[in-house]
C-alpha cells in the first residue's frame, strides 16, 4: 500500500491519529508522576520518552502544549521534578486509563488503584509496582515551532530497579523487568529477546550469514 | 538496587552507555537511508525515532552534533530528503552492523548486503526488504543546549507498506509487520500483543478486574 501525505491528510482525525501513532515502530511505555503545587499527585502514561545523552545522563518527552490543561506539563514547570516509571504487565490495564481525562482535583494513583511511593524525600511520587523507576529534574524545555509541541529534557537523578536486573555489562535485562512496549494508541505487547549483537567494528563484519 | 547519579557517574564509559541507553523502555528499530550530495547511499540505525505530531505527520529523531564525521547528519543537511525504514527480524543482523564505523564512500546497502530500491522519484535510498518505508523531508532541526544533541524533526511526505497490515482503525498491524524493538545499544526483540484497549473516556472506567 502507498499512501502519500494527501491521501492520509483526507482521512478521518482517528483514523489518521491511528496510523501515525503506530508508523514510529515499537515505543516505550512510561507513567510520569507528578505533584501539583497544591500536593495533587497526577499520573499520566507517555510513549515518547527517549535517550539524549548518557553524560550526565539525559531524557527527553514530548508533551503537547498547555492550550488545554496539561496537568503533567504544569505540574512539571511548577516543581521541577517528576518521575519516570516502567509499565510492565501487571499494571498496563491501569496505566493506560491515566490517558483518560481526570480532572486536576483527582489523582490518577487514587483513581485507579495504582499504588505510589516515596523514595528519598524526592518530591515527585513513584509507581510502587514499576520494574524501573527513575527521579528527574527538569533542564530545558525546547519548543518544536512546526506544530507547538514540546520536548521536555530532564537529568537522571536516581534509579532504582531489581537487583537481578542489572546485566554484567551494564544494561538493563528486559527479560527480568516485564516491561512492556507500546504500539500506537492503545496497543500493548510483550517482547522477547531474539538477539544481542556485539559491538559493531567494521574490521569483525564476517558478511551474510 | 538504588543508583544515585553520582554512582552511575564513577562507573566506566562503556557501562554507564550500557545502563543509561537501556533505561528508558523498548525502543523502535529504524533504518535512516540518505544519499551525499556526492551520490553515495548510507543507511544508519537509530533507536530514537519518535512520533511528534499526526496533522502535518512529523516525525523527530536525535542525532549527535557532527564534531565527528556523520553522514546521515551532513546528507541530511545537504539534500533535505530521507527515509525511515522499519527493522524485521529478516534485516536486524545487517541493521545493527550499520553502527560501525563505515566510510564516507562505502554505501551500507553495499558493503552490508541490504537490497535497496528506489519509489517515486526520491532522492534518498529505501531499505526493500522494511517491512514499512516512509519518505521524509526535513523540516526543523533543534539545537539541544544541554548536552549538544540534536533533534532533526521530518514531515511525512509518503509511505509504504504490506495492505494486511493496515487495521479496520487506521493503525498498523505489528504482529503483520515483524518490526523488532530495541533495548539499549544492542538487543533486538520481537514482540507479542497483550492487548488492545478502548479509547480512556473517565465515565467508562470500572475499576480494577
Given at each position: 500500500m502507498h499512501l502519500?501525505?494527501?491521501?492520509?491528510a483526507a482521512w478521518d482525525r482517528i483514523r489518521r491519529l491511528q496510523l501515525i501513532n503506530s508508523i514510529?515502530?515499537?515505543?516505550?511505555?512510561?507513567?510520569?508522576?507528578?505533584?501539583?503545587?497544591?500536593?495533587?499527585?497526577?499520573?499520566?502514561?507517555f510513549s515518547s520518552v527517549v535517550h539524549l545523552g548518557s553524560n550526565p545522563a539525559l531524557l527527553g518527552m514530548i508533551t503537547r502544549p498547555d492550550t488545554v490543561p496539561r496537568h503533567t506539563l504544569s505540574n512539571i514547570?511548577?516543581?521541577g521534578y517528576y518521575t519516570i516509571n516502567h509499565v510492565s504487565h501487571d499494571i498496563m490495564r491501569e496505566a493506560h486509563w491515566t490517558s483518560a481525562d481526570w480532572a486536576a482535583d483527582q489523582s490518577e494513583f487514587e483513581v485507579l488503584g495504582i499504588a505510589s511511593e516515596e523514595l528519598d524525600l524526592f518530591s515527585a511520587p513513584f509507581v510502587r509496582d514499576a520494574p524501573v523507576r527513575m527521579a528527574m529534574s527538569?533542564?530545558?524545555?525546547?519548543?518544536?515551532?512546526?506544530?507547538?509541541?514540546?520536548?521536555?529534557?530532564?537529568?537522571?537523578?536516581?534509579?532504582?530497579?531489581?537487583?537481578?536486573?542489572?546485566?554484567?555489562?551494564?544494561?538493563?535485562?528486559?527479560?527480568?523487568?516485564?516491561s512492556v512496549a507500546i504500539s500506537g494508541l492503545d496497543s500493548y505487547h510483550s517482547a522477547t529477546r531474539l538477539s544481542k549483537f556485539p559491538y559493531a567494528r567494521t574490521q569483525n563484519w564476517k558478511g551474510l550469514q
Open positions: 502519500s501525505w494527501n491521501d492520509i514510529t515502530g515499537y515505543k516505550p511505555a512510561n507513567l510520569i508522576g507528578t505533584r501539583s503545587s497544591a500536593g495533587i499527585d497526577n499520573l499520566a502514561i514547570r511548577d516543581t527538569l533542564v530545558e524545555e525546547l519548543p518544536i515551532k512546526a506544530n507547538g509541541t514540546i520536548l521536555l529534557i530532564g537529568k537522571l537523578e536516581f534509579v532504582r530497579f531489581p537487583d537481578a536486573a542489572l546485566d554484567a555489562d551494564g544494561s538493563l535485562n528486559y527479560e527480568q523487568l516485564q
